[in-house]
T-cell receptor, first 117, second 113 residues
Protein backbone atom coordinates (compact mmCIF):
# COMPACT_ATOMS: atom_id res chain seq x y z
CA UNK A 1 0.00 0.00 0.00
CA UNK A 2 1.45 3.36 -1.03
CA UNK A 3 -0.01 5.27 1.89
CA UNK A 4 -1.26 8.83 1.67
CA UNK A 5 0.45 10.72 -1.13
CA UNK A 6 0.94 14.47 -1.14
CA UNK A 7 2.42 16.81 -3.70
CA UNK A 8 4.42 18.87 -3.94
CA UNK A 9 6.66 18.08 -0.97
CA UNK A 10 8.06 21.59 -0.92
CA UNK A 11 6.61 24.78 -2.31
CA UNK A 12 8.17 28.22 -2.29
CA UNK A 13 6.09 31.04 -3.64
CA UNK A 14 5.74 34.78 -3.44
CA UNK A 15 3.07 36.63 -1.59
CA UNK A 16 -0.07 37.04 -3.64
CA UNK A 17 0.41 33.90 -5.72
CA UNK A 18 -2.04 31.03 -5.83
CA UNK A 19 -0.91 27.78 -4.22
CA UNK A 20 -2.50 24.36 -4.77
CA UNK A 21 -1.65 21.39 -2.58
CA UNK A 22 -2.68 17.91 -3.61
CA UNK A 23 -3.52 14.72 -1.75
CA UNK A 24 -4.32 11.14 -2.68
CA UNK A 25 -5.80 9.22 0.27
CA UNK A 26 -5.41 5.52 0.95
CA UNK A 27 -7.78 3.55 -1.24
CA UNK A 28 -10.96 2.59 0.57
CA UNK A 29 -10.72 5.27 3.25
CA UNK A 30 -13.91 7.26 3.71
CA UNK A 31 -12.48 10.24 5.57
CA UNK A 32 -9.93 12.80 4.47
CA UNK A 33 -8.47 15.50 6.69
CA UNK A 34 -6.35 18.57 5.98
CA UNK A 35 -4.12 19.84 8.79
CA UNK A 36 -1.70 22.72 9.14
CA UNK A 37 1.29 22.52 11.46
CA UNK A 38 3.26 25.49 12.78
CA UNK A 39 5.56 25.92 15.75
CA UNK A 40 3.24 28.45 17.33
CA UNK A 41 -0.09 26.71 16.92
CA UNK A 42 0.85 23.06 16.55
CA UNK A 43 -1.29 20.73 14.46
CA UNK A 44 -4.62 22.30 13.47
CA UNK A 45 -7.49 20.67 11.63
CA UNK A 46 -8.55 22.82 8.68
CA UNK A 47 -11.30 20.76 7.06
CA UNK A 48 -12.41 17.18 6.68
CA UNK A 49 -14.43 15.23 4.15
CA UNK A 50 -16.59 12.13 4.40
CA UNK A 51 -17.23 10.31 1.14
CA UNK A 52 -16.02 13.36 -0.79
CA UNK A 53 -18.42 15.73 1.01
CA UNK A 54 -16.99 18.51 3.21
CA UNK A 55 -18.30 17.97 6.74
CA UNK A 56 -16.64 20.67 8.80
CA UNK A 57 -14.56 23.55 7.48
CA UNK A 58 -14.64 25.63 10.66
CA UNK A 59 -10.88 25.38 10.90
CA UNK A 60 -10.25 27.06 7.58
CA UNK A 61 -8.59 30.34 8.58
CA UNK A 62 -10.26 32.61 6.05
CA UNK A 63 -11.83 32.84 2.63
CA UNK A 64 -8.44 32.69 0.97
CA UNK A 65 -8.43 28.98 1.76
CA UNK A 66 -10.59 26.49 -0.12
CA UNK A 67 -10.62 22.71 -0.39
CA UNK A 68 -12.24 20.28 -2.79
CA UNK A 69 -12.57 16.57 -3.14
CA UNK A 70 -13.90 15.83 -6.64
CA UNK A 71 -13.58 12.06 -6.19
CA UNK A 72 -12.57 9.45 -3.65
CA UNK A 73 -8.95 9.43 -4.69
CA UNK A 74 -8.07 13.11 -4.91
CA UNK A 75 -8.32 16.30 -2.88
CA UNK A 76 -6.87 19.79 -3.21
CA UNK A 77 -6.25 22.62 -0.79
CA UNK A 78 -5.94 26.00 -2.45
CA UNK A 79 -4.70 29.28 -1.04
CA UNK A 80 -5.42 32.39 -3.09
CA UNK A 81 -3.82 34.83 -2.58
CA UNK A 82 -1.07 33.43 -0.39
CA UNK A 83 0.50 35.42 2.47
CA UNK A 84 3.73 34.93 4.46
CA UNK A 85 1.72 33.88 7.53
CA UNK A 86 0.46 30.87 5.55
CA UNK A 87 3.95 29.38 5.71
CA UNK A 88 3.60 26.01 7.43
CA UNK A 89 3.64 22.27 6.83
CA UNK A 90 0.31 21.07 5.46
CA UNK A 91 -0.62 17.47 6.12
CA UNK A 92 -3.31 15.38 4.55
CA UNK A 93 -4.58 12.34 6.45
CA UNK A 94 -7.14 9.65 5.72
CA UNK A 95 -9.01 7.07 7.75
CA UNK A 96 -11.69 4.44 7.59
CA UNK A 97 -15.03 5.32 9.11
CA UNK A 98 -16.18 2.03 10.47
CA UNK A 99 -15.84 2.32 14.20
CA UNK A 100 -18.84 4.48 14.94
CA UNK A 101 -18.18 7.14 17.54
CA UNK A 102 -14.46 7.11 17.60
CA UNK A 103 -12.25 8.05 14.77
CA UNK A 104 -10.24 5.29 13.29
CA UNK A 105 -6.51 5.60 12.95
CA UNK A 106 -5.57 8.55 10.85
CA UNK A 107 -2.77 7.88 8.40
CA UNK A 108 -0.81 10.99 7.58
CA UNK A 109 0.87 11.85 4.34
CA UNK A 110 4.46 13.16 4.27
CA UNK A 111 3.29 16.77 4.22
CA UNK A 112 3.91 19.79 2.01
CA UNK A 113 6.26 22.42 3.39
CA UNK A 114 4.97 25.76 2.14
CA UNK A 115 7.06 28.91 2.28
CA UNK A 116 5.49 32.18 1.21
CA UNK A 117 8.02 34.97 0.71
CA UNK B 1 -10.24 23.79 22.66
CA UNK B 2 -6.71 22.48 22.47
CA UNK B 3 -5.69 19.86 25.07
CA UNK B 4 -2.75 20.73 27.29
CA UNK B 5 0.28 18.47 27.25
CA UNK B 6 2.98 18.27 29.89
CA UNK B 7 5.87 18.37 30.06
CA UNK B 8 6.72 20.39 26.94
CA UNK B 9 10.06 18.66 26.65
CA UNK B 10 11.97 15.90 28.39
CA UNK B 11 15.44 14.42 28.04
CA UNK B 12 16.03 10.80 29.03
CA UNK B 13 18.97 8.47 29.07
CA UNK B 14 18.46 5.11 27.43
CA UNK B 15 16.64 2.76 29.77
CA UNK B 16 14.86 5.49 31.76
CA UNK B 17 11.09 5.85 31.99
CA UNK B 18 8.89 8.81 31.09
CA UNK B 19 5.29 9.88 31.47
CA UNK B 20 3.56 12.35 29.17
CA UNK B 21 0.24 13.84 30.22
CA UNK B 22 -2.66 15.23 28.23
CA UNK B 23 -5.52 17.18 29.80
CA UNK B 24 -8.72 18.52 28.35
CA UNK B 25 -11.37 20.86 29.72
CA UNK B 26 -14.09 19.11 27.72
CA UNK B 27 -15.71 15.71 28.10
CA UNK B 28 -13.91 13.30 25.86
CA UNK B 29 -14.90 10.18 24.03
CA UNK B 30 -11.45 9.16 22.97
CA UNK B 31 -7.80 10.10 23.13
CA UNK B 32 -5.32 9.30 20.39
CA UNK B 33 -1.55 9.30 20.68
CA UNK B 34 0.82 9.99 17.81
CA UNK B 35 4.58 10.28 17.52
CA UNK B 36 6.32 12.52 15.01
CA UNK B 37 9.99 12.39 14.19
CA UNK B 38 11.71 15.47 12.89
CA UNK B 39 10.75 16.21 9.30
CA UNK B 40 8.32 13.31 9.12
CA UNK B 41 4.58 12.80 9.39
CA UNK B 42 2.85 11.90 12.66
CA UNK B 43 2.52 8.16 13.16
CA UNK B 44 -0.30 6.53 15.12
CA UNK B 45 0.51 4.86 18.44
CA UNK B 46 -2.82 4.02 20.06
CA UNK B 47 -6.43 5.01 20.73
CA UNK B 48 -8.09 5.00 24.15
CA UNK B 49 -11.85 5.12 24.55
CA UNK B 50 -13.75 6.46 27.51
CA UNK B 51 -14.05 3.85 30.22
CA UNK B 52 -10.58 4.18 31.63
CA UNK B 53 -9.18 1.37 29.56
CA UNK B 54 -5.44 1.09 29.58
CA UNK B 55 -3.71 0.01 26.43
CA UNK B 56 -0.22 -0.75 25.42
CA UNK B 57 2.18 -2.78 23.46
CA UNK B 58 5.72 -3.65 24.38
CA UNK B 59 7.11 -0.78 26.42
CA UNK B 60 4.66 1.97 25.48
CA UNK B 61 1.28 2.08 27.19
CA UNK B 62 -1.38 4.64 27.98
CA UNK B 63 -4.33 5.25 30.26
CA UNK B 64 -7.42 7.43 30.07
CA UNK B 65 -9.19 8.82 33.12
CA UNK B 66 -12.55 9.98 31.79
CA UNK B 67 -13.56 11.58 35.09
CA UNK B 68 -10.56 13.88 34.97
CA UNK B 69 -10.45 14.07 31.15
CA UNK B 70 -6.81 13.15 31.33
CA UNK B 71 -4.66 10.68 29.51
CA UNK B 72 -1.12 9.61 30.22
CA UNK B 73 1.41 7.95 27.94
CA UNK B 74 3.98 5.72 29.64
CA UNK B 75 7.30 4.92 28.04
CA UNK B 76 9.38 2.38 29.91
CA UNK B 77 13.00 1.44 29.40
CA UNK B 78 13.31 4.08 26.70
CA UNK B 79 15.25 3.43 23.54
CA UNK B 80 16.93 5.86 21.17
CA UNK B 81 14.16 5.18 18.66
CA UNK B 82 11.61 6.69 21.06
CA UNK B 83 12.94 10.18 20.39
CA UNK B 84 10.44 12.47 18.73
CA UNK B 85 7.49 14.69 19.51
CA UNK B 86 4.45 13.04 21.04
CA UNK B 87 1.01 14.45 20.39
CA UNK B 88 -2.29 13.63 21.98
CA UNK B 89 -5.41 14.14 19.89
CA UNK B 90 -8.73 14.39 21.66
CA UNK B 91 -12.23 13.67 20.40
CA UNK B 92 -15.12 15.39 22.14
CA UNK B 93 -17.90 13.30 23.63
CA UNK B 94 -20.72 15.06 21.81
CA UNK B 95 -23.17 12.19 21.83
CA UNK B 96 -22.38 11.31 18.26
CA UNK B 97 -19.29 10.54 16.27
CA UNK B 98 -17.46 13.75 15.59
CA UNK B 99 -14.58 12.29 13.62
CA UNK B 100 -12.52 15.32 14.59
CA UNK B 101 -9.34 15.36 16.59
CA UNK B 102 -7.93 18.39 18.38
CA UNK B 103 -4.21 18.01 18.97
CA UNK B 104 -2.07 19.28 21.81
CA UNK B 105 1.11 21.21 21.09
CA UNK B 106 3.24 18.16 21.68
CA UNK B 107 5.92 16.90 24.04
CA UNK B 108 9.43 16.69 22.66
CA UNK B 109 11.18 13.59 23.93
CA UNK B 110 14.93 13.18 23.49
CA UNK B 111 16.61 9.93 24.41
CA UNK B 112 20.39 10.07 24.71
CA UNK B 113 22.89 7.22 25.06
Amino acid sequence: DAGVIQSPRHEVTEMGQEVTLRCKPISGHDYLFWYRQTMMRGLELLIYFNNNVPIDDSGMPEDRFSAKMPNASFSTLKIQPSEPRDSAVYFCASSLGTSGYSTDTQYFGPGTRLTVL
Amino acid sequence: QQPVQSPQAVILREGEDAVINCSSSKALYSVHWYRQKHGEAPVFLMILLKGGEQKGHEKISASFNEKKQQSSLYLTASQLSYSGTYFCGTEKDSGAGSYQLTFGKGTKLSVIP
